[in-house]
């Protein structure tokens, strides 16, 4: 199952990339660069994640996350 992300915080999100390569894709947006798109999101703080799964609901968090908490969420929406 696929699964974009958007993120922020580059260390614990190329961790996760490199844990999940084949299963999951992650996306980096400029939301200065792509304001109509930060727009349709609300995105208006950041870091902002925006975990989108292939079926199911989307899910957002804003705001800083460590390394466990990140990966605790790819592995909620990635469920074998």
């Known amino acids: 199952e696929k699964l974009g992300i958007e993120f922020y915080d580059r260390d614990i ?3 996760a990339a490199k844990r999940y390569a084949g299963d999951v ?3 980096k947006v400029d939301i200065d660069e792509e ?3 930060a727009q349709f999101f609300g995105i208006q703080s950041i ?3 925006l975990f989108i799964p292939m079926q199911g609901t989307p899910s957002a968090q804003t705001g800083a996350m460590d390394a466990e908490s990140f990966d605790r969420m790819v592995r909620e929406i990635v469920k074998p």
């Open 47 to 49: 870091p902002f994640f």
């Open 25 to 27: 894709v992650f996306y």
């Open 35 to 37: 304001t109509e798109l």
């Open 13 to 15: 999100v190329e961790e």
